[in-house]
């Protein structure tokens, strides 16, 4: 993912061939567009052009939600980057009252341990700091460390992706994703109890998740776009 990896104006340039792609497929208004218009912002904001970014957040985010509704993970994200390119071009109030909208939805809507959640909870406490609210900013931030210790308590866990972000990451590279499960199971089975593939089978079947924080996502390349990309 060349966001992750700081190289923001070759994923610029990915998106904007995915924008380009489902235009030409879908014509009209659809999802995977609007996404990939968002997802461009978001490397607007990378590259420090927070005007551009605010352009295109302006003109496309109210269509997303009115396509997808205002509690879709996608609008949610909209609305984090939104929040925090107007922070970056100096519209502080304007920022606050989005960021702090955004905060009570994310955290609704996933829980506080979700990538989503921790992401909004640190954005919220930038907010809250630059309006000299230090206690709570404070309090904010000591949350997301205590969720991010957790997470990174494991040689093997080195970048986040949610459900969302892995699904993004998997059409963006030509996958068609066919399933995606969030909080499927532990991050560990770790146990001081003995763990039996009986008990292993009955949790994985099992239509409720208690501990669950690890994704199941299956995918396949994705025909059409791998011919065009090709």
Known sequence: ???????????LELDESIAHTWEDAGGGDDERKLSA????????YGMGAYQAGLGLITRWRTRLQQLVGPDHPR?????????ITLRKAGHLVEAAEVMRENHQ???????????????????????????????EALANIE?????????????????????????????????EVLDCRPRFMPLTIKSRLKVSPLLIRLYLASPVKPLGKQMLVRARPHVSLAENKG
């Open 1 to 11: 993912d060349h966001r992750m990896l700081g190289q923001f104006s070759s994923a």
């Open 37 to 44: 218009y968002m997802n461009m912002a978001r490397d607007y």
């Open 75 to 83: 609008v949610l994200l909209a609305g984090r980057t939104y929040a």
């Open 105 to 135: 939805r994310v955290h609704l809507k996933f829980g506080p341990v979700h990538e989503f959640s921790v992401a909004a909870t640190m954005s919220y406490a930038n907010v809250l700091r630059e309006a000299d609210e230090l206690d």
């Open 143 to 175: 949350d997301a460390v205590r969720i991010y210790r957790e997470y990174f308590d494991d040689y093997t866990h080195r970048t986040i992706y949610s459900d969302i972000s892995m699904c993004d990451f998997l059409q963006a590279n030509t996958y």
